[in-house]
Structure formats: C-alpha cells, structure tokens
C-alpha cells in the first residue's frame, strides 16, 4: 500500500512559479503511473500531468509548455513545476498513484492560489 503527501502549495502572484512535491512511502514507488490532479472551486477534478513508471510524459494543455512533471524514484518524489502561473490555476493540486487504470492511493491536496 503507498501513501502520498502532498507539499509546496501557497499564494503567488500572476506569472510567479511554484514546484509541487509528492512524496509517497509504504511501498515500492517506481512501479507506479504517478498523477498530478486539481480541483478548482464548484468543478471537477481534471489531469494536469502525468508521468508513467517508465518516464513517459502527458499533460493537460493548459499545463503544456508552464509546468513540467517529472519523479525521482530514488528519493520517492514526484514533482510539478509550475511556471507562468494564471489566476485560473487556483485549485487544489492532488496527487495519485496508479497500476493500471486501477488508482491506488491520493494525496490529501495541497491548495494553490494565483492572484491577479
């Protein structure tokens, strides 16, 4: 069973960066499909980005080309930086953990706020 905790969130300006971290424990991290979710106020849960156990990359287009995903399997750690942040990236960031299609374990959410 993995655990995930997420960090790194908090208030930045309009065009400031942020890097998100996910950190997981309780099993063997680099087997897992790792996510990066959020939810903004009154709307769903949409992907980000994602990045499977071999390294491949998706984004959302909102995230293409502002935020980078990437995992450091020796330090169980994913990360999202985000760069070039917009006040319609204020949400809750979660981060998920899959085999499969089949979601093991999310993290409790780590808010961003983006301020005009």
Same mark, same amino acid.
């Given at each position: 069973?993995?655990?995930?905790?997420?960090?790194?969130?908090?208030? /930045?300006? %309009?065009? @400031?960066?942020l890097?998100?971290? $996910?950190?997981?424990? @309780? =099993? +063997?991290?680099? #087997?897992? !499909?790792? @996510?990066?979710?959020r939810?903004? *106020?009154?709307?769903?849960?949409?992907?980000?980005?994602? &990045?499977? =156990?071999?390294?491949?990359?998706?984004?959302? !287009?909102?995230?293409? @080309?502002?935020?980078? #995903? %990437? +995992? !450091?399997?020796?330090?169980?750690?994913?990360?999202?930086?985000?760069?070039?942040?917009? *006040?319609? !990236?204020?949400? /809750?960031?979660? $981060?998920?953990?899959? &085999?499969? #299609?089949?979601? +093991?374990?999310?993290?409790?959410?780590? *808010? /961003?706020?983006?301020?005009?």
């Amino acid at each position: 069973q993995v655990q995930l905790v997420e960090s790194g969130g908090g208030l /930045v300006q %309009s065009g @400031g960066s942020l890097r998100l971290s $996910c950190a997981a424990s @309780g =099993s +063997r991290f680099s #087997i897992y !499909d790792m @996510g990066w979710y959020r939810q903004a *106020p009154g709307k769903q849960r949409e992907l980000v980005a994602s &990045i499977t =156990s071999g390294g491949a990359t998706n984004y959302a !287009d909102s995230a293409k @080309g502002r935020f980078t #995903i %990437s +995992r !450091d399997n020796a330090k169980n750690t994913m990360y999202l930086q985000m760069n070039s942040l917009k *006040p319609e !990236d204020t949400a /809750v960031y979660y $981060c998920n953990a899959k &085999i499969g #299609i089949v979601v +093991r374990a999310w993290g409790q959410g780590t *808010p /961003v706020t983006v301020s005009s």
